[in-house]
């Protein structure tokens, strides 16, 4: 909220810098907002001004780190859940150059040629598979898997084809109306496909992370061209204010400047990678294992990490008892006091007022004075 509207908050800070709080200007900033739309006035704003809501932003550099044996959808859901730790997920990003969405990894191979042996064995009489295969478009069981990819090609694949023709030859209304009619037919067919067709290009890599939720980016194979992409995206992402955490998934060092970039300008980072001591885990707040993130383990320490940011937090907003010793003790030789001298610096009005302004739990009864003031 704070990060959206940086020009309005900071003229309403000016403007009443002098004699409040300005969590309390914004508290108030943030009624405004609400107001337009809707009658709620129990924002959790008023009761925790300071605790702004951590919007979470996802960058994964699939030439690094491919999900190679690992179901693509799975993997990029594994993901998302770990990311979910440490806010709201609002942005994920995928980039890749066009080899990597084109080359089929091994396991994949593999197993298509399994497929091949095991068709061929079927077909022959040879084997016999348990269950039946059933066409999950149209319910219709086939003793083979082979006969079964034949009725799909034959039957739905054609329809699926002369459905995309209608809404590509159709236009205006009439195109959105068909897209309607169509919406669930395709979605059922797109489901039961994956099971059935192999994919003509690759393994169905990029389809996979989008439906999954990620904005895939195809790059050129020019050495270092994902690399560029995904950075300029992470400092779009930064000067937009639209993320909070940024999760950066790579173990390529050339992200370093941008993660310090991060932090300085205050934002958590994280990265996921697998070189245990690489450059980019020495200048992210906090690392995980790309192979725990896809064996679902990462979740619990995701969980101790927030624990500890959320702690550190509330110190930051104690500021006014601060005790350098005390601090000193329970911290030790971490980080933190080069994130308490960014801070400083990046809002120094608002650490400069604290002292001033009363506890910050009595913001509360403030804020609602302020309210009826507005109303
Ligand atoms: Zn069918």
Not at 29 to 54: M, T, W, Y
Request: charged fraction near 30%; include cysteine; proline fraction near 3%.
């Amino acid at each position: 909220m704070l990060h959206k509207f940086p020009s309005i908050i900071n003229s309403v800070q000016s403007s009443r810098i002098k004699t409040l709080n300005p969590c309390i200007s914004l508290s108030r900033f943030c009624h405004f907002k609400v107001k337009e739309g809707s009658d709620s006035l129990n924002q959790p704003s008023i009761l925790s001004p300071r605790a702004a809501q951590n919007n979470v932003a996802i960058f994964w550099d699939l030439d690094n780190k491919p999900p190679n044996s690992f179901p693509p959808f799975e993997a990029a859901v594994k993901l998302k859940t770990a990311a979910s730790s440490f806010g709201v997920v609002r942005s994920m990003v995928a980039y890749a150059n066009q080899h990597s969405f084109t080359q089929v990894p091994r396991v994949v191979r593999e197993q298509r040629r399994e497929r091949k042996l095991l068709n061929q064995l079927e077909n022959k009489g040879v084997i016999k598979s348990v269950e039946p295969y059933f066409c999950k478009v149209c319910g219709r069981r086939f003793y083979t898997n082979e006969k079964l990819v034949n009725h799909f090609k034959q039957i739905h694949e054609r329809e699926h084809q002369k459905r995309l023709n209608q809404i590509e030859s159709a236009r205006g209304s009439r195109r959105v109306k068909l897209v309607g009619k169509y919406s669930m037919k395709m979605e059922k067919y797109k489901n039961a496909a994956r099971d059935v067709l192999t994919p003509k290009v690759g393994y169905g890599l990029a389809d996979e992370l989008k439906r999954a939720g990620f904005w895939v980016g195809t790059v050129s194979n020019r050495p270092q061209a994902a690399d560029v992409a995904l950075r300029d995206h992470m400092v779009d992402v930064m000067d937009r204010r639209k993320a909070e955490c940024l999760v950066l998934v790579s173990d390529d060092s050339d992200f370093v400047g941008v993660l310090k970039e991060a932090k300085l300008r205050c934002l958590k980072t994280v990265v996921v990678g697998d070189a245990d001591d690489g450059a980019l885990k020495r200048v992210a707040e906090a690392g995980f294992s790309w192979t725990e993130i896809l064996r679902g383990k990462a979740k619990k320490e995701a969980v101790s990490v927030v624990g500890k940011w959320k702690d550190r937090d509330i110190l930051k907003r104690l500021e006014w008892t601060y005790n350098p010793e005390v601090e000193k003790k329970f911290y030790g030789s971490e980080e933190m006091f080069d994130d308490e001298s960014k801070d400083q610096d990046f809002d120094s009005t608002d650490d400069g007022n604290r002292s001033d302004s009363g506890a910050w739990w009595e913001l509360d009864t403030e804020s609602d004075a302020d309210l009826s003031e507005l109303q």
